[in-house]
């Protein structure tokens, strides 16, 4: 079996233990991924991380058009796919991207099976030329995977109807993100934390209100960047917040383990917008896998993802987050408790050997 996968989101470092555990599972599978150098968005520039690489073929593309989410393509894919001549490509994009369909079709004409993978939990029109792209990519696939069980219902309704698995694009290597070794000192001051894009449909403005006024020993962490960052900055001193809250950049997808250790609790406090609302919230796992305990709204999946393991409070209401992180800051044993069973969540349903034999058996059943 030959497989090639198209994945902007494998630049990422911690997500190629993925890869490494698809190759591991399939000794007999030849596997290649093709990556672009870099990825821009609203934070600026992600750059091609190389941390897990052992067992499979990474390539490096050029990218047209980078940062243009539905626009952009790679415009060598084809003669890879004519070289490599695979049996399955996955499609790491979503179905109404030009990518997706680029992609699609010339595996198709080499002979190739295909599938792409779906975050969109959120039932959206798109203007031609993306709707007619989107009504290809549904029609001509062999498999559909998706992130979520509200991806699937989506899709459902959108048209399409062949088979569909739903598994996360990737999962956590619960031996990289582990809980700390190091028990809190007496003096211990409990680490409030966000960590992502600095983007108003992230809400970390709420977060910044329910700490305004938050009584108790505590400090606070705003890891990311993003358009958001100047307002978020002025709010903290309007609030009087600069002495308790610290803003850090973005760190390397490697060093986030370390930054996870060193918290009390991690907020997500995400509000779903007129086109978007969490898909997932990634950093939710991270975070309990580790050990730490989690709180996020109830926008998109991320009631889903965090299950009895955290803490899920109405979207918007300030006063019930800040209620929320009271209780957490004065119960040690709260704290303990929901650390446990988050990394005990985690260990059930998104390790990244368990998302990697999941999509193994969606090639397999492609192929049967």
Not at 123 to 147: C, D, K
């Amino acid at each position: 079996m030959r497989v090639l996968m198209l994945s902007k989101a494998c630049i990422v470092g911690a997500y190629q233990r993925k890869l490494e555990e698809l190759a591991a599972r399939a000794p007999e599978m030849a596997l290649m991924v093709a990556v672009p150098p870099g990825w821009k968005d609203k934070g600026g520039v992600t750059r091609l991380e190389l941390a897990h690489t052992r067992g499979y073929r990474l390539e490096v593309l050029p990218l047209a058009f980078n940062g243009q989410f539905h626009l952009h393509f790679y415009p060598t894919l084809g003669g890879l796919i004519r070289a490599f001549r695979p049996d399955v490509v996955h499609i790491d994009e979503e179905p109404y991207n030009l990518a997706t369909y680029l992609a699609n079709r010339q595996a198709r004409d080499c002979g190739a099976k295909t599938l792409w993978f779906s975050w969109q939990n959120l039932l959206r029109r798109y203007p031609p030329p993306f709707t007619w792209i989107e009504q290809y990519n549904l029609r001509h696939i062999e498999y559909a995977i998706v992130g979520s069980a509200t991806a699937a219902e989506v899709w459902r309704r959108k048209g399409y109807t062949g088979p569909l698995a739903v598994i996360p694009q990737f999962g956590v290597d619960p031996d990289i993100f582990l809980p700390s070794e190091h028990a809190a000192a007496p003096d211990h001051v409990p680490h409030i934390a966000y960590a992502g894009r600095l983007v108003p449909e992230k809400g970390v403005d709420l977060l910044l209100e329910a700490l305004s006024g938050l009584e108790g020993p505590w400090r606070a962490t705003l890891q990311g960047n993003g358009p958001a960052e100047a307002s978020l900055r002025a709010l903290t001193e309007r609030r009087k917040l600069t002495a308790r809250v610290t803003f850090r950049p973005p760190v390397p997808s490697m060093d986030m383990p370390a930054f996870y250790q060193a918290l009390d609790v991690l907020v997500l406090p995400s509000r779903t917008q007129e086109n978007w609302t969490e898909q997932f919230g990634r950093v939710l796992v991270e975070a309990m896998a580790c050990g730490v305990p989690v709180v996020g709204s109830a926008a998109g999946e991320i009631p889903h993802v965090i299950g009895d393991a955290g803490i899920v409070f109405p979207e918007n209401d300030v006063a019930a987050l800040r209620v929320v992180l009271t209780r957490l800051i004065r119960d040690p044993a709260l704290r303990q408790d929901l650390g446990t069973r988050g990394r005990a969540r985690v260990l059930a349903q998104f390790t990244q050997q368990r998302v990697a034999q999941q999509t193994l058996q969606v090639y397999q059943e492609m192929l049967a």
